[in-house]
């Protein structure tokens, strides 16, 4: 659910830049339980089915915000 609503919301966000999903070129997830990997991969797949960019996939420890992912995202114009 916070994967789907994560890369929903960059997806607005992009267009809204004058952009979108297929011209971003590097992708950062970030998640405090490294076992959440396959779910976000099974949506992630959904929005980045073919060229898919760059990516990492980092596990923190905790952090004081009410959800368990981040996705940060770096797009050409």
């Not at 789907?4 to 405090?32: F, N, P, Q, W």
């Not at 089915?49 to 797009?75: G, H, K, L, Q």
């Amino acid at each position: 659910v916070q994967t789907e609503a994560s890369l929903k919301a960059l997806k607005h966000c992009l267009e809204a830049a004058g952009t979108s999903l297929d011209k971003v070129v590097m992708v950062r997830i970030y998640a405090v339980n490294s076992g959440f990997y396959n779910a976000i991969n099974r949506v992630y797949a959904k929005y980045f089915a073919t060229n898919p960019p760059a990516r990492s996939f980092v596990p923190v420890a905790s952090w004081p915000m009410e959800f368990d992912i981040e996705i940060e995202c770096v797009a050409v114009a």
